[in-house]
């Protein structure tokens, strides 16, 4: 493990998860990350002989030169094609639902297909609920799309804003919906249709790997920030270590940086108090039995299921079980107001997953383990929007310069964080170049 030195650093970067590991790789600066491991929520964890990503990670990008470099780094990419699964009214219908209908008994499908072709008479959407009835029509929204919102945001649409939706949410034409409400053909549309997983021994926490590889000598682990001075640019660290930098760049949550950081006024404290996120526990299964599916992942909708996605490590990559088993990741979302019982939720992820016939009644669990996400997806909402500008202003005039899906509060894929890594890095040149001028 690296010993960090006394010096003043110039750019000293937080947190050690793909943004950050992403900006030290681009701008040389040390990383400080609190776990003993690097790779934060792209991390993947080994459970007797079963590898499990922490909630299902694939790589859906169309940025060609970031799959270059990855690769060029050292993880060797697969490319599968998506098999996806809606779970609603006891049966399995292709993914995404609006181009996939057959599955719904046919008065629910007309009436899904009649709001479809409606949906033009809809007002210009103010919410991400409005959005829906415009987009996909109030057939599909309220069958699927609304109540699967509720269980995954763990809010109302209505409280949402819909500016992330470009390419979280998977568009159609009018065709696919019609020819989908006839004919079952599978049709793939939405940027994860084709996607990548890394082979090899480390699970998507292949990406992190090859960039830690790169910043070895600069990544300081077990260093959790627990107090940053703004005055005196200085951040004390849990194990009693202390470094001093000219631009911090953020990676951490901005919750997190709220409640270490002395010398934040009132008004930013307050705004950051108040962005919302979703928090999600995962619930990870090994199974006695080969072949437990094809599938990779499958949504439900369903109030009565505990969870509201479950992915199948086993069909990304054979190395994540080992031969002759099989392996499920189910993702329960949670408020943290309510912060489940992990032994409870367990016991009813299992028992939710032979009501949907995943399992058999005989299959045997020969491993398991939880991983709890505190800071899951965050929630677009009007206050997160008129607080964000407020929030950067400050953090850029006590020379910090944020990066990262928590840093940010966005809802960046891992391409994405990587990106904003090599954005943040830059920046911190910027203002470190005008500091010294
Ligand atoms: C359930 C789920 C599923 C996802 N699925 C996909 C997917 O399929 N495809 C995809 O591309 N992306 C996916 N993502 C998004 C992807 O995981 C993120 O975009 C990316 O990992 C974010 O990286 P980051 O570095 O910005 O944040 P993080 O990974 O959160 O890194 C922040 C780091 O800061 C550290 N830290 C926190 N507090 C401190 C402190 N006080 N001191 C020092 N360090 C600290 C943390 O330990 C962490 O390592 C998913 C995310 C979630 C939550």
Redesign the pocket.
């Known amino acids: 493990m690296n010993e960090c030195s006394d010096k003043i650093n110039n750019i000293v970067i937080?947190?050690?998860?793909?943004?950050?590991l992403s900006a030290s790789y681009h701008c040389g600066a040390p990383v400080?990350?609190?776990?003993d491991h690097y790779?934060?929520?792209?991390a993947s964890d080994r459970v007797d002989g079963f590898l499990f990503d922490?909630?299902?990670?694939?790589?859906?990008t169309q940025n060609h030169k970031l799959v270059d470099l990855l690769t060029e780094l050292g993880v060797d990419f697969a490319i599968r094609e998506r098999h996806a699964h809606i779970f609603a009214h006891n049966r399995y219908t292709a993914f995404p639902f609006q181009i996939n209908s057959t599955g719904l008994p046919l008065a629910k499908r007309f009436h899904c297909v009649w709001h479809y072709l409606q949906r033009d008479k809809n007002p210009p959407p103010t919410n991400y609920h409005e959005w829906m009835y415009k987009t996909i029509g109030k057939g599909f929204a309220d069958t699927f799309l609304i109540p699967y919102s509720i269980k995954f945001w763990g809010v109302h649409p209505r409280e949402m804003t819909y500016e992330w939706t470009g390419n979280k949410v998977p568009k159609s034409s009018t065709r696919q919906v019609l020819r989908g409400a006839v004919f079952s053909r599978n049709t793939k549309v939405g940027s994860n249709a084709i996607f990548r997983y890394p082979n090899g021994q480390h699970g998507y926490g292949a990406l992190a790997k090859v960039l830690s590889d790169q910043v070895r000598d600069r990544l300081y682990l077990d260093?959790?920030?627990s107090q940053i001075d703004v005055a005196e640019q200085k951040i004390i660290f849990e194990n009693g270590k202390e470094v001093s930098y000219r631009v911090l760049l953020n990676?951490?949550?901005l919750p997190?940086l709220a409640r270490?950081t002395r010398g934040m006024p009132a008004e930013i404290t307050g705004a950051i108090s108040k962005l919302r996120t979703n928090s999600?526990l995962v619930v990870n299964l090994g199974i006695n039995r080969p072949n437990l599916t094809d599938k990779h992942w499958i949504h439900f909708p369903e109030h009565d299921i505990s969870f509201f996605r479950i992915s199948f490590p086993h069909n990304f990559s054979p190395d994540m079980a080992p031969p002759g088993t099989s392996s499920v990741s189910a993702?329960v979302s949670y408020s943290l107001d309510n912060p489940p019982d992990r032994e409870a939720i367990t016991e009813r992820v299992i028992a939710d997953l032979k009501r949907t016939r995943v399992l058999k009644a005989d299959d045997k669990i020969i491993a398991r383990s939880t991983y709890d996400?505190r800071y899951?997806?965050c929630i677009y909402d009007e206050h997160r929007r008129a607080s964000l500008p407020l929030i950067k202003d400050w953090l850029k005039s006590v020379n910090i310069v944020p990066g990262?899906?928590?840093?940010l509060w966005t809802y960046?894929?891992?391409?994405?964080?990587i990106m904003s890594g090599k954005k943040a890095a830059n920046q911190a040149q910027k203002h470190l170049a005008k500091l010294q001028t």
């Open positions: 937080l947190g050690g998860g793909l943004a950050g400080y990350e609190a776990a790779g934060g929520i792209a922490r909630g299902i990670h694939v790589l859906q260093y959790r920030a990676t951490i949550p997190e270490i999600i993702e996400i899951g997806y990262g899906r928590y840093g960046f894929w891992s391409d994405e964080a």
